[in-house]
Structure formats: C-alpha cells, structure tokens
T-cell receptor, first 113, second 111 residues
Framework: NAGVTQTPKFRVLKTGQSMTLLCAQDMNHEYMYWYRQDPGMGLRLIHYSVGEGTTAKGEVPDGYNVSRLKKQNFLLGLESAAPSQTSVYFC????????????FGPGTRLTVT | GENVEQHPSTLSVQEGDSAVIKCTYSDSASNYFPWYKQELGKRPQLIID?????GEKKDQRIAVTLNKTAKHFSLHITETQPEDSAVYFCAAKGGNTPLVFGKGTRLSVIA
C-alpha cells in the first residue's frame, strides 16, 4: 500500500516549457487535490476533483490544467511555465463523503528559470 | 469564501513548556477543523482534528479546542519535545467547500 505518490520528485523547467505532474493513490479515494506551497503562504489549492471525470478550480487555478481520467490518478499540467510557478507541489486525496482527512503525497519541487 | 488566519507565524519554546497556536475562521458554516504537522522536507500529516459538534479533543500531549461563537480554534501541545519542532497548519472546511489552510506556524522547541 503505497498511499499517495507523486512523479517526478524534482524538475527544472525553462520559461515557456510545459510539463505534467502525476499523482497516484491506491486507497480508492474519491477526492483528489493539487496544492502549491510557497514560503509563508501555507498550502493553496490549485484544482481538485470529487470523482473520476470531474475537476474544479481552487484558489489559484490560473496557468494550470488538470485531468482525472482514472479514479486513482490526478494529473496537473503547466502549459507554459513561468518563474512565478516555482514552488513545491503537493497532491492529496481523501475518501469523500463525511470523511475529510486528506493524505498527502511527498511533493514535487519545481523550479522555473 | 472561507478565510483562515493563523497566529503566531513563529513560536519558540523551551523543552517541557507548552505551546499554543491559534486560528480564526470566517465562514460560520465551517464544521471541520484539522491540524497538520509538516517536518522539514516532508509532507503534511494530520495530527488531530475536531468537528463543530465537539468543543475539545485530546490525544496524549496534544489537544484542540473550538469556540464556534467566536469562530476560533487552538492547538495546545504540552510537555514539548525537540521532535515537536515543525511547521503546523490549521485548516477549516464547511459543507461542500474545500479545506482552506492557514499560513502556518513554525514551532521551535529549544532543548
């Protein structure tokens, strides 16, 4: 039981490049989330999904897209990376319903130069 | 939408002393209040949570209190140890809205 995993762990991009971050969970959770963490800013929600095939915007969605084609996977895409997207990205999942506890992945450190 | 304020942003205590971190929230419909601990370079992990129908919850050295009228909740850590040093995040969630996190408190326990 791996829990929540994220790929890759580290990545350096040049401005304008694109990339996809993969989040996978093996806990049969309905809900999945993407956060970014910047110093002094806490965890800010980018996008989330309440089930396979659904996505919704969070607090800071601009510049990101997501897809949830399979229940166990949640992809975060950056179409044209900007230095402002340099951050640590965390994926999380939760069972759903009235079970709110979120389980986090190990994070992806992204640097955009 | 929900807004969560967390204080203080940094906190230093002597080993064995108590630490208290406070959060306020804005949405009176919020009904779930978790606390997460994040050690350096690691992922956030849930340490304790409380729902709006409960005023206080304890788990060994940690406790959370909730005042729904004043819309604030607090984390209390007693007999602090060096391994309690970390960043702590509070959060609030109401109904069908996602969890909203505070900006975090960096706790340092000095041996």
């Amino acid at each position: 039981n791996a829990g929540v995993t994220q790929t890759p762990k580290f990545r350096v991009l040049k401005t304008g490049q694109s990339m996809t971050l993969l989040c996978a969970q093996d806990m049969n959770h309905e809900y999945m989330y993407w956060y970014r963490q910047d110093p002094g800013m806490g965890l800010r929600l980018i996008h989330y999904s309440v089930g396979e095939g659904t996505t919704a915007k969070g607090e800071v969605p601009d510049g990101y897209n997501v897809s949830r084609l399979k229940k166990q996977n949640f992809l975060l895409g950056l179409e044209s990376a900007a230095p402002s997207q340099t951050s640590v990205y965390f994926c999380a999942s939760s069972y759903g319903g009235t079970s709110y506890e979120q389980y986090f992945g190990p994070g992806t450190r992204l640097t955009v130069t | 939408g929900e807004n969560v304020e967390q204080h203080p942003s940094t906190l230093s205590v002597q080993e064995g002393d108590s630490a208290v971190i406070k959060c306020t929230y804005s949405d009176s419909a919020s009904n779930y209040f978790p606390w997460y601990k994040q050690e350096l370079g690691k992922r956030p992990q849930l340490i304790i949570d409380i729902r709006s129908n409960v005023g206080e919850k304890k788990d060994q050295r940690i406790a959370v209190t909730l005042n729904k009228t004043a819309k604030h909740f607090s984390l209390h850590i007693t007999e602090t140890q060096p391994e309690d040093s970390a960043v702590y995040f509070c959060a609030a969630k109401g109904g069908n809205t996602p969890l909203v996190f505070g900006k975090g408190t960096r706790l340092s326990v000095i041996a």
